[in-house]
């Protein structure tokens, strides 16, 4: 219907515009939204994850161009982030949905606690550093693929708080990112199969839509006040699990 197809767009929209002023959260931001507009975490995940094999890897093959990706922290996060992904798009295909939203909960709740802390701190970085990479992209791989999102908010801001050259870690995780996401999202096209395509080509066109104002919102809304928003709407989400729990 034009109305849904409508919602999930702006959906999309939305999304985008805290990825944009962050750097990260599109897939947690998004996923969020689509749970809240009652998708299961499975078809939530995958529309998610079709989407951002497009969007991811038209930013990743534009951080390629710009020489922002370095290959060893690329193959080093990529090859194990597409395991993860893999077993976790597994997991969540399998689960029955009311138990895999009380799972998500705590990473929700995480999340959103998390996002709350960066809007009060700044990070700043040099030098590439690999030592711990590969379990960090399994990790980030796999949570991303069952929360529907956490992978920029997991690798970027691990590795540049270790050191790690900002535009280098946006670059290379983006297009690690665009892999990652096509290979969960073929693992749902397996298990899940199309699922929500209404869903799927609204987040695609609103992200789209919105990217070249993204950057405009940035400067006008300050960073610090998307983040806590992004972390309000997440954690308002795991608490409503919580209270449905208890009910």
């Known amino acids: 219907m034009p109305s849904e197809f409508v919602t999930f767009a702006l ?93 998500l909960t705590p990473y929700l709740l995480g999340m959103g606690v998390f996002l709350l802390l960066r809007a009060s701190r700044n990070s700043g970085h040099s030098d590439e ?16 693929a069952v929360a529907g999102g956490g992978w920029s908010a997991l690798t970027v801001t691990s590795l540049v708080a270790r050191g790690n050259t900002p535009r280098i870690v ?10 990652v996401s096509a290979s969960a999202s073929l693992t749902f096209l397996w298990h899940v199969g199309a699922t929500h395509g209404t869903a799927v080509l609204g987040l695609i066109l609103g992200g789209a839509l919105a990217s070249p104002f993204s950057a405009l919102f940035a400067k006008v809304i300050p960073a610090r006040v998307v983040t806590t928003m992004a972390a309000i709407a997440v954690l308002g989400l795991g608490l409503s699990n919580v209270v449905k729990a208890f009910q």
């Open 129 to 144: 550093v690999l030592n711990g990479t590969r379990p960090l992209g399994l990790v980030a791989g796999f949570a991303d």
């Open 170 to 179: 946006i670059g290379t995780t983006h297009l690690a990112k665009c892999v």
């Open 11 to 103: 959906v999309g929209a939305l999304a985008q515009v805290i990825d944009g002023s962050l750097g990260m959260a599109f897939g947690v931001a998004s996923t969020a939204m689509l749970l809240g507009l009652g998708l299961p975490p499975a078809v939530a995940s995958a529309s998610v994850h079709y989407a951002e094999t497009f969007t991811c890897g038209a930013s990743g093959i534009s951080h390629l161009i710009a020489g922002n990706v370095r290959r060893r922290l690329f193959f080093s996060l990529m090859i194990p982030g597409v395991i993860g992904a893999v077993i976790g798009a597994c997991v969540v295909s399998y689960v029955p949905a009311s138990w895999m939203r009380l799972a």
